[in-house]
C-alpha cells in the first residue's frame, strides 16, 4: 500500500502562484511515476502533469509553460509548481502514484485550489 498526502491548496488571485506538495509513504518501489491531476465541478477529473522516476515529464496543453512538475526521490515527494493561475485552474487537484509493475494507481484524498477573477 502506498499512501498520498496533498498539501499547498488554497484560494489566490488570477496571476498568481501556488505550491502543491505530494508526500508519499508505504511500500515505495523505485520502478514508478507520479502526477497531478485535477477535477472541476461537474467535469471529469483530467491529467495535469506526470513525471517519471528518472524526472522524464509531460504535460496537459493548458498548462505548458505555467505549471512545473518536480520531484525529490529521497524524500518521496512530489512537487506541482503554478504559476500565472487562471479561473479555469480552479479545480480540486490529486496526486496519483503509479506502480509500474503489478500495475496499481494510488489517489491522494485531493487538495482544492481556487482562482479568482
Known amino acids: 500500500q502506498v499512501q498520498l498526502v496533498e498539501s499547498g491548496g488554497g484560494l489566490v488571485q488570477a496571476g498568481g502562484s501556488l505550491r502543491l506538495s505530494c508526500a508519499a509513504s508505504?511500500?515505495?518501489?523505485?520502478?514508478?511515476?507520479m502526477g497531478w491531476y485535477r477535477q472541476a465541478p461537474g467535469a471529469q477529473r483530467e491529467l495535469v502533469a506526470t513525471?517519471?522516476?528518472?524526472?522524464?515529464?509531460n504535460y496537459a496543453d493548458s498548462v505548458k509553460g505555467r505549471f512545473t512538475i518536480s520531484r525529490d526521490n529521497a524524500k518521496n515527494t512530489m512537487y506541482l509548481q503554478m504559476n500565472s493561475l487562471k479561473p479555469e485552474d480552479t479545480a480540486v487537484y490529486y496526486c496519483?502514484?503509479?506502480?509500474?509493475?503489478?500495475?496499481?494507481?494510488?489517489w491522494g484524498q485531493g487538495t482544492q485550489v481556487t482562482v479568482s477573477s
Open positions: 496519483n502514484y503509479h506502480r509500474i509493475i503489478a500495475p496499481t494507481d494510488y
Open positions: 508505504g511500500r515505495i518501489l523505485g520502478v514508478n511515476a
Open positions: 513525471i517519471t522516476y528518472g524526472g522524464s515529464t
